[in-house]
């Protein structure tokens, strides 16, 4: 890594780099973008730019630590609230103008989620601890599960509305989210225990063999050359050779690379859609049907760690891939609360904003302690952010 500049020329030439890394970035993506891109739009001789960072990672880390920097200190910055409700309500205004503010560059830390893990931890541990320091006088200041299922409530949420619609966040988003913090999502209180249990022993049944042609296996293939390379990168001699194949046996079945992304998608999607459904077959109440389409999601992202990287770039390759699957999995949660959900049954009358919420905390959690974690979770760890999720900070504090 080179030294920081000690010059205030050299200061202002690293920002610039910096600046125009963010905007290569967010344009055409982390992974279709080169040095040689950034140092054209930096206007700055591919020499030169070496003099500053040793890669392309090392600049990722650079915007992202810019933004994680403003956020957190922006979370400090809030005036005290009167209580925890206006405190999370605060947190979560902050955050949604935040993320307006900074649609571009926020939508480069998202593509650090799979395209450079360390850089993407870090940016959700600092955010994560600015929310903890401010939640440490009303005995929140170590509910670390409780917070990252915030962080995904909040995520998603704005994602959707200012990244992917275009559109302000809507009014009381924010009072939303900590209603969902405080109290959880559903107003039922399910056996939790009995429930991790179920699942476990669903997950130990014997399991349908998977189809062994050629399609499926380079699919398999493809699964891992993508989630480990990512898509941009990968070539598809590597997929082929992965399977066993020669080159030219790729065009057998797909006509493109981009044809084979499409496909694994769909079928990784169709895959996490079955296993909820096998979980929550025979549920006693939607919030049931919840808990275990949740666990089916842990499951799923430990079984698929690559492929679940997939799905995330995906929306970054062609966005009716994100539609495909996130808005097809929303729509999904959705037509299933609003056919099935008790009156009063969950937190929210708004069944789609509540399962865009749930979306969001599955997906961080999933992140948090099932992909970056260097150990599955376990029952009782399970159990615990369930308990999080389902029943809320008020409810479960110590």
Not at 83 to 100: C, K, N, P, T
Not at 130 to 141: C, D, E, S, V
Not at 213 to 233: D, W
């Amino acid at each position: 890594m080179p030294a920081a500049p000690s010059t205030p020329k050299g200061q202002k030439t690293r920002e610039r780099i910096i600046t125009a890394s963010g905007e290569a970035f967010s344009k055409t993506g982390y992974g279709l973008t080169g040095v040689a891109d950034i140092c054209a739009a930096s206007d700055i001789a591919v020499g030169g730019f070496y003099r500053y960072f040793s890669g392309k990672e090392e600049v990722l880390a650079a915007v992202v630590a810019s933004l994680e920097a403003r956020l957190s200190a922006e979370v400090a910055g809030l005036p005290p609230a009167a209580d925890l409700r206006s405190e999370i309500a605060a947190v979560a205004g902050l955050y949604f103008r935040f993320v307006a503010e900074n649609k571009d560059f926020y939508q480069v830390m998202r593509e650090a989620e799979f395209a450079c893990e360390r850089v993407s931890k870090k940016f959700y541990g600092s955010f994560a601890s600015a929310i903890l320091a401010r939640l440490a006088k009303y005995g929140a200041g170590k509910d670390e599960a409780a917070v990252y299922a915030l962080i995904g409530i909040l995520s998603f949420v704005g994602v959707k509305n200012l990244l992917w619609q275009k559109r302000p966040v809507p009014a009381g988003a924010a009072a939303a989210a900590a209603e969902v913090f405080l109290n959880g999502v559903s107003r039922v209180t399910p056996d939790f225990a009995a429930l991790v249990k179920k699942a476990a022993a669903l997950k130990k049944a014997p399991q349908p063999k998977a189809a062994k042609n050629t399609a499926a296996r380079l699919l398999a293939s493809a699964e891992v050359v993508f989630g480990r390379l990512g898509y941009g990168p990968a070539h598809i001699s590597e997929i082929t050779k992965h399977a066993g194949y020669a080159a030219g046996t790729f065009y057998t079945c797909f006509k493109s690379k981009k044809e084979a992304l499409d496909q694994l998608v769909i079928k990784l999607r169709n895959e996490l859609v079955a296993k909820a459904a096998a979980y929550s077959k025979g549920s006693a109440s939607r919030t049931e049907t919840e808990v275990l389409a949740f666990i089916a999601l842990f499951d799923f992202i430990a079984e698929h760690p690559c492929g679940y990287s997939i799905m995330r770039e995906a929306e970054f390759v062609d966005f009716k891939l994100a539609e495909d699957y996130y808005i097809y999995i929303l729509n999904g949660y959705t037509a299933g609360m609003r056919a099935y959900a008790r009156p009063g049954e969950f937190a929210l009358d708004d069944h789609e904003t509540l399962s865009l919420m749930m979306m969001g905390m599955g997906h961080m959690l999933g992140l948090k302690y099932a992909l970056w974690s260097a150990k599955n979770p376990g029952s009782k760890e399970i159990e615990n952010l369930l308990r999080r999720v389902f029943s809320g900070f008020n409810k479960t504090k110590k």
